[in-house]
């Protein structure tokens, strides 16, 4: 689930450029990293090259309106006319920057100051704060009087500002999973994680060096190899590379295989038989139960 907030910190746009006769014009409307709003809420952007990305892979461009009315619009159907439009994104100076396309109003409003910031619209994810996607932007005069009035419309849906602590904290489930005492820091659980992976690693728990050596000392001496040097080696770490068979085994696979037969499955192979063979024997094997497929009544 995703809510929709417009930014506390407008960028004050350039008028210089639009009084020089500029149509189109790079505006700051992102900050990378944490976006703190004047109404005390924070945000965060920590992938803005992915909200790029994920601008371009839409063909349509996004509205820069009036005081925001693009918002307003989606509960009142009131009309929400363009001030222009933001064909472009992209990251640069710490910042996602858009494209702007403004028609000729706007743009000679903005080169008369008659507006002079841009406050950006966006899709957050309210349990951390992350920025989702960018929707609209808007030209504004106070954008603080601005989003003041959209947290009134906005008030059920909003969640209380986060605080650095709250950021921090690990989900009581997380603590559980990992069997840690519920005052546990980040630091200590990620410390747990890296233990838990790196014991579950193949690679950590194969000696491969010791494995690799062993190797090329059998074949020198069985004289497959007589004072060669190795050139190259790759490994792969198969677990398990064979089955485990055992007498409870062999007879809970034939006990499954009854079953699955009494309803036209057959299950063959080394891993499907739960058996030790080659190559040749899942042929014969396979042979077999095709001849046995087509002795059947038609």
């Known amino acids: 689930m995703t809510h929709s907030a ?20 790079w505006a700051q409307l992102l900050p990378v990293g944490a976006i703190n709003g004047r109404d005390g809420r924070r945000f965060r952007l920590s992938r803005p090259a992915a909200l790029v990305e994920a601008f371009r892979r839409d063909p349509r461009p996004l509205p820069v309106d009036y005081e925001h009315a693009s918002a307003a619009s989606r509960t009142t159907g009131a009309p929400a006319p363009a001030a222009g439009w933001i064909t472009d994104l992209k990251v640069a100076e710490n ?10 109003k706007a743009r000679a409003m903005v080169a008369a100051r008659e507006y002079r910031f841009l406050s950006p619209e966006f899709l957050y994810d309210p349990a951390s704060g992350e920025v989702r996607a960018l929707l609209s932007a808007g030209l504004v005069h106070r954008p603080n009087l601005a989003l003041a009035a959209l947290n009134r419309q906005e008030a059920a849906d909003m969640t209380p500002p986060r605080t650095e602590d709250d950021a921090l904290r690990i989900p ?52 497959v190899v007589a004072g060669h040097r190795l ?17 409870a085994s062999l007879a809970d696979v034939a006990d499954k295989k ?3 037969g009494l309803r036209g499955v057959h299950s063959v192979g080394r891993y499907g038989s739960w058996t030790y063979c080659s190559i040749e024997d899942n042929i014969v094997e396979a042979r077999d139960l095709a001849r046995a497929f087509n002795a059947l009544p038609r």
């Open 231 to 247: 050139v190259s080696h790759h490994h792969v770490v198969l677990d398990p590379a064979y089955v485990h068979i055992t007498r």
């Open 6 to 25: 417009v930014a506390a910190n407008a960028a004050e746009l350039p008028a210089a450029e639009l009084a020089a006769g500029a149509a189109r014009q």
């Open 172 to 223: 009581a489930a997380v603590l559980e999973a990992l069997r840690l005492p519920n005052d546990t820091d980040v630091e200590a659980a990620l410390a747990a994680i890296a233990t838990l992976r790196e014991a579950a690693d193949p690679e950590k728990v194969v000696p491969v060096a010791a494995m690799r050596e062993r190797v090329l000392a059998d074949l020198a001496r069985v004289g």
């Open 95 to 104: 910042a996602i920057w858009g494209l702007i396309e403004w028609n000729e």
């Open 258 to 260: 009854r079953i699955l």
